[in-house]
């Protein structure tokens, strides 16, 4: 089985990285290439170009960078058609992706969306161009299998591969004093918010703070002054937070990452102004983490632009949030034990076998 991969986002890479290593267990002679990042490099993938490196995010970046993107999409046409794939995996990164997909299936290739647009949240146009252009959906949220079901279309819960990586474990210390920081795995969000969190960790003195530094931003890391409580680490989540009592998340994948780990968070964001207009016109859902997604409430705070403040993170922390608890048990419950070994591989197998 020869697979093209496409993953164009820090945390995609960490999800498609799961499912080629549970198509590995299941058809170890398979082979793998693509766009996307060194987590799936690590898993076997023939990394043709590190998209996730290179991360355009918000309406003005996009359209800033609009001659790139032209020539990114002509190289990965090129690349795709010379590897002659039995399936093109795409993974999230919908602006590109939905593209690919279209393309691909117009040449008679079989596409597997792994982790779809969010179109239950914005842009449900996308539905029908989605569904339209893949052979096979496979999500990793639970809800989204009924969502799609009441709309006509088909779609699989496949697990979600984060609960399979943290089951069983847990990063919470009620009684300590330290707090882990995920800023963000692009640019502009650790432009943004680091310079809070530090401002925090200086109005903390009594805190210990670890700021979760993503492999994505080491290039760019900005050079600003860090007070003595603070601590940057270039590891892993799981080795980062094992005893923690508190942590401020950047939206985004990291906050069921914390959620799953069992420690209360404050999910923080800081957009350009103008994209976060524009997306505020359009979005359809009160929440934007994944934790309150997912369980359908606010389980956990959600703190938008300027609301992202010392004093509102200073009193969060010190109320420690011990009321989230719960809600992870939920949450937990929710996620169910899905496995992609179980579920994903074999419908991605009975697609390839179909067309041969």
Known sequence: MRIFWIAGEPSGDVQAASLVQAIQ????????????????????VELLFNLPANPIMGFIE????????????????????????????????????????????????????????????????????????????LSILPFE???????????????????????????????????????????????RLLPVFCELAAALPAYRFKVVRAASVLASWPMISIPKNVEVIDAPLLEVATSACFALTCSGTASLEIALLGIPQAVVYKANPISLAIARRFVKVPFFS???????????????????????????????????????????????????????????????????
């Open 62 to 137: 996009v359209v800033l960078k609009a001659r790139i993107i032209r020539e990114q999409f002509r190289q990965v046409k090129r690349h795709i058609t010379e590897f002659e794939p039995d399936v093109l995996i795409l993974v999230d990164f919908p602006g590109f992706n939905l593209r690919i997909a279209e393309w691909a299936q117009a040449r008679g290739m079989k596409v597997v969306y792994f982790i779809p647009p969010k179109v239950w949240a914005w842009k449900q146009g996308r539905l029908r161009k989605l569904s339209a252009s893949t052979d096979l959906i």
């Open 145 to 191: 299998e009924s969502w799609y079901a009441a709309k006509g279309h088909a779609l699989h819960y496949v697990g979600n591969p984060l609960a399979e990586r943290y089951a069983g474990k847990t990063g919470y210390a009620a009684e300590s004093k330290e707090v882990v920081l995920l800023p963000g795995s692009r640019n502009q969000e650790v432009q």
């Open 290 to 356: 994944l934790p309150n997604l997912i369980l359908d409430q606010e389980a956990v705070p959600e703190l938008l632009q300027e609301q992202v403040s010392v004093d509102v993170l200073k009193a969060l922390i010190r109320g420690r949030g011990e009321e989230q608890l719960d809600h992870y048990h939920r949450l937990d419950t929710m996620l169910g034990a899905q496995t992609l070994e179980q579920d994903a591989v074999g419908l991605i197998s009975e697609l390839v076998l179909s067309s041969r």
């Open 25 to 44: 267990k299941a058809h170890p002679k398979t082979v793998h290439s693509g766009w996307g990042g060194v987590h799936m490099q690590k898993e076997g």
